[in-house]
């Protein structure tokens, strides 16, 4: 059956370091592949996009790789704040389906 | 852009109740789309439009769900005969979708509570 996982446990991290977040799939053939961000009691907001034939994409001090021959995505945050804090989700978008698929999303907590 | 807009915030309701919610998408997206989140999950599809026509309807959806989008601009979704198992985030999201690679502009979603 088609899956898709990310940490379940929270992530803790001091403030100014690197905090890396996966996304692995299975059965799944995805065209692109989408990381929000949601702060408790809110929707979802957009953050990246990264296309099938994208290693990387860059934005400000955010990155994230798409390996679609290990089926995984890493979600990147550099020099991170305590306002990084929130769950990161990321969605599939499948190829001739028109709706985002989601993770179960991954907490992250920076603390000072 | 005034962001994807959805009432109630809140709804508690009975046991047995029907609720319906609103959902004003951004003007000029086309496609709308509801998702249903529990504590703890991802949200889950569970149908969509594409300007009044509902394209997909997930096999999560009960026949005691339904969504309407007339003249295909804000949307409603009605829950009948509420059980507890219905307890979650209902959020909305629209989006231009000019191909498979437009984001989900979501709204912040009606939170119901059965009892």
């Known amino acids: 059956s088609q899956k898709i996982e990310q940490n379940s446990e929270a992530l803790n991290i001091q403030e100014g370091k690197t905090a890396t977040l996966t996304c692995n799939y299975t059965?799944?053939?995805?065209?692109?592949l989408q990381w929000y961000r949601q702060d408790p009691g809110r929707g979802p907001v957009f953050l990246l996009l990264i296309r099938e034939n994208e290693k990387e994409k860059r934005k400000e001090r955010l990155k994230v790789t798409f390996d679609t021959t290990l089926k995984q995505s890493l979600f990147h945050i550099t020099a991170s704040q305590p306002a990084d804090s929130a769950t990161y989700l990321c969605a599939l978008d499948i190829i001739d389906t028109d709706k985002l698929i989601f993770g179960t999303g991954t907490r992250l907590q920076v603390f000072p | 852009d005034t962001g994807v807009s959805q009432n109630p915030r809140h709804k508690i309701t009975k046991r047995g109740q029907n609720v319906t919610f609103r959902c004003d998408p951004i003007s000029e997206h086309n496609r709308l789309y509801w998702y249903r989140q529990t504590l703890g999950q991802g949200p889950e599809f569970l149908t969509y439009f594409q300007n009044e026509a509902q394209l997909e309807k997930s096999r999560l959806l009960s026949d005691r769900f339904s969504a309407e989008r007339p003249k295909g601009s804000f949307s409603t979704l009605e829950i009948q005969r509420t059980e507890q198992g219905d307890s979650a985030m209902y959020l909305c999201?629209?989006?231009?979708?000019?191909?498979?690679?437009?984001?989900?502009?979501f709204g912040n979603g009606t939170r119901l509570t059965v009892t």
């Open positions: 059965n799944y053939s995805p065209a692109y």
């Open positions: 999201a629209s989006s231009s979708r000019t191909g498979y690679n437009s984001p989900l502009h």
